[in-house]
Each structure stands twice: as C-alpha cells, then as structure tokens.
C-alpha cells in the first residue's frame, strides 16, 4: 500500500468501515510508515477536538415560536380555497374510501375491472361521455359489472355535481347510515359479469377520457417561494411534487377562472414573458399505464432503490392517483386543470 | 416515550400538538445542523423554523419508510442547501464582478478568513474556530462533517439523507476530513510558533 492510498483510507479506518483485508494493509503499512503514523494521529486529533465542541441550545422561543407560526397554518389549511371546487374533491376522497371497502368485498372480482367500472361510472356524471355511454350501454345499467348499485340519487342530476355526489359525503358516509350508501354485492356468476364489456369497449371509451390541460412554465428568482405561493393561491385542490430541475404543481381551479392567471402573472415579477403556457390533453389510459408502471417499479425486489428514489417515485404514484382521481371531473365544465414549472 | 411513527401518524391526522413533541424531541439536533451549515445564529434560528414548517406542510407525503429524524435531517438538508446555493451565488457575483468607482473599475480585494495568522488571536472559541473551519469547505464536504462529526450520523443514514450512494459518503467524508486535516495542522503550527514568540 502506497502513503497515497493511505490518505484515501484514513477516514474509513478510523470509523471502521475497511473490510479485514484492507485493515490487515493499512496496518501494515502504519507499522511501518512514521509519515503515514502521523497523519492518522493528526487527523484523530482533529476529530477529537470537533467531538468536544458541545451543541447549542436554541433560543427560548424557538419552539413557541414556530408553534405559533404552524397554528397560523393550521387554520389556513381547515379553510377552502374554492368551496365548490372543495366539496366536489371531498366527495372524491369519499368515494375512494367507499371504493376501497368494496374492493376487499368483491374479492375475486378483480381489482382493475372493477376500478374501470368506478371510473367510468363516475364519468357518466359529464353530460356529453353520458350519452356516449348509453348508446354503449354500459355505464346505465350497473347490473352488467354485477358488482354494485348506484342510488339512483347519485346520477339524479347532472348539472349540479355537489349533490349529485351528495350520497358520498365523508360526513354522511362516516356515519352509521353508511350501509344505505353503494356498497357490493357479490355477483352471482363471479367475474364473468365483466365479460360483458369487450375490452374494445374499453379501449374506446377510455380513449375518450382526457382532460385539457394548460401547462405553465414558470421561470423565477425564488423557487421555493414562488411555489408557496402558489400552492397557498390553490389550496386544497394542488398537489405538489419537485423534479430534478424544477417544482410542480398540479392544480384545477373554476373554468375560466381569470383571476387565477392574473394572480400567477403577478408573481412573475411584473413580467409576463416568465410565464409561458402550453395546452396539451392528459389520456387517462396513458395515466393507468404510468400508474401501473410505477407501482411495478416500487414493489420489484430486485430494484435496490435509495430512500431518495423510492420517495420520488412514491410522489410520481401519488401525483397520477390524483390525476386519475379527478380527471373526469376535470373533464367536466367546472374546471381547468393546471400543472405549472417553477424553474429559475 | 411515545415512539416518533406514532407521533406522526397522529400529525397526519390534524394533530398538531403531536406534532409539537417531535419539535420539542428533534428542535436541538435540527438547530445545530442549521447553524453548522451555515455558521450563524440568526440564519440557524430561520432556517430550522422553515424545516420543521416544510416538515409539517408535507407530513401527509412522508411514506414513514424511512424514520422521523432521517426524514427531517433531509428537510433541514436541503432547506440549508439551498440557502447556501443561493448565497453563494451571490458571493460569487460579488467576487467576480469588478467595483465600479468615478475613477474607473477597481478590483475587490478577497481576505482569506481561515488562514490569517492574526485571525487566529481573534479566534477565542474553540466552537468558533471549528466553525470558521467547516464553513471554508465548500458545500458537498461540509454536509457530510455536520451529519457525521456533530449528528454523529451512520454512513447509512447520511447517504439516505444526501441522497447519495455509499460510496461518495465515504469518498467526501474522507476528502473533507484530509481538507480539514491540513488546515488544523497549519493553524496549530502558526499558533505554536506565536506562542513561542510570546514566551
């Protein structure tokens, strides 16, 4: 072993981090090397020295103060931005709920039918996709999945997706009423009940699920500032994730809601040329795949994956469950969807 | 003690005084990363205030496949990384760019605030002479001395919170420690040879 590959070891012998062989070496050479001998000793003495440095308190008021700040955002948060837009997604987080205890009640079902079913039922809520649906005949008549019934008052009205919803409501849902709400009944002749929709049918139907969608690119000074505030202009209906060179958050707000361009204008520093915005559609079916890609990726055993990399891909999975989640709702009149770059 | 995963699964509930005992339980350790990073007080006081605010608004995405303290170092981390990006960037603006004066453009004069053999008189703290130390490093080697030599961190948890491998733990650990080494080892000499110019 050369003085120069003892430099590069020092550290790691030091917190015992060499494999035998390698320790087996460095002592030799040590044992040998007066030059060597002092450099370990000198770099043991540095780091005793940091060990003895004791660690600071922090000011008295670091804690009050910072709870004070958090109850401040703590009430911010119970507040919504958009109390339609809010409710709607409330209901959404509901129906998830209700979903997921009819998915372990189905059972051999099988859990894409069966969400494919939801989605599509849901979507029957959009107007123009609901007559679409009858002339295929599949999304009326709920007897043809053979998984569960829809009150008719969750499809009563169309034009006011609050209470067409209404039957989901986390409160009424919550309740002990909530055996009144959808809930499975296991059919008689199993899965076969799904046979029924060809998978062209599928296809077709899924094809026609998009969003519009605007994108923002947002450059600016300040990107963690800048993201704050946006997301604070949004409120509960973002969800935000950070890519390796900029953030991003997805977001929907009323249609036409022109305020809500100005406001992100505004931030820009007084100058519009920060803001680009690019309209693009988001499919659903591309959606899933990314979802099932994603999933497969989290669970291979194979991929050693870093705490870093499986958090982001985590965040990725979160990000396209709620697109998936609210998608036909973004489809609907009520709302433009969002996904806006801040980059510096 | 009510273990941390709990305290965060209450949080996420809308919790908030739980969250309150993982502050009072990580405010110390969260403080002295924030100071050593950045070398001063008031930033210290600002910076871990806005990792434990990022901590909380995010509490609902944190998977607890890691632990609490892992996932709030990398806040901390990362809210202090970025604070010394943007800095820098301004110090090397400021650095680079000539003053201007009515007699035309001059150059800045850069002191280097380590090394002066009178600094080292100025110096009376130990804790402000480490510091002085750890902040000539440049970013990438002064994380991993404040993870390892003041939160006493494994090589493990360090590269989950740097979000690197293994092996560049211990190749900048080493680096920065020989880098340290040889700035300890000429201030010792300088104040050696002031304390026999004294006696």
Known sequence: ?344 | MIPDDLLVQKVKEGHLESFEVLVERYQKQVYNMAYRYTGNSEDAYDLSQEAFIKAYKGIKSFRQEAAFKTWIYHITSNVCKDFLRKANKYKEVSIDAPIHTEEGEMEKQITDRVNGPEEIYEIKELSEFIQSMISSLPNDYREVIVLREFQQLSYEEMSDILDCSLGTVKSRLNRARNMLKEKFIRVREQSNMQLRQIR
């Open chain 1, 1 to 344: 072993m050369t003085c120069q590959q003892m430099q590069e070891l020092l550290s790691l012998y030091i917190d015992e981090q060499l494999n035998e062989v390698e320790k087996q070496y460095f002592e030799k050479h040590l044992a040998e090397c007066r030059q060597c001998k002092q450099e370990l000793e000198d770099m043991q003495d540095m780091l005793k020295m940091f060990a003895s440095v004791e660690a600071l308190e922090p000011p008295a008021d670091f804690k009050d103060n910072l709870m004070r700040r958090l109850k401040g955002e703590h009430k911010v948060a119970q507040v919504p931005y958009r109390t339609k837009l809010a409710k709607i997604k409330r209901s959404w987080i509901a129906w998830g709920a209700t979903a997921a205890v009819i998915v372990i009640m189905v059972g051999s079902v099988g859990l894409s039918g069966f969400m494919d079913s939801i989605n599509l039922g849901l979507k029957s809520e959009s107007p123009a996709v609901k007559e679409s649906a009858k002339d295929n005949g599949i999304v009326q008549d709920e007897q043809q999945f053979g998984i569960m019934s829809i009150p008719e008052k969750s499809t009563a009205d169309t034009s006011t997706p609050e209470t067409a919803y209404g039957a989901f409501s986390p409160e009424r849902a919550a309740d002990g009423e909530a055996k009144d709400y959808p809930r499975a009944t296991v059919p008689n002749n199993g899965s076969r009940g799904l046979d029924k929709l060809s998978p062209d049918d599928l296809q077709e139907h899924e094809e026609a699920l998009f969003a519009t969608n605007q994108k923002i690119i947002f450059h600016t000074d300040a990107i963690d500032e800048t993201q704050q505030k946006i997301v604070d202009l949004l409120k509960d209906s973002a969800i935000n994730y950070i890519k390796v060179n900029s953030n991003v958050i997805l977001g929907f707000v009323e249609r036409n809601n022109a305020d809500f361009l100005e406001e992100i204008k505004s931030l820009s520093q007084n100058n519009e040329e920060n803001v680009e915005i690019v309209v693009y559609e988001v499919e659903f079916q591309k959606l899933k795949e990314k979802r099932d890609a994603l999933l497969k990726a989290i669970n291979d055993p194979n991929n050693n994956q870093g705490y870093e990399r499986k958090r982001i891909l985590q965040r990725e999975l979160e990000v396209v469950k709620w697109q998936l989640e609210n998608i036909t709702e973004i489809d609907s009149d009520d709302a433009d969807l969002f996904e806006i770059y801040i980059t510096e």
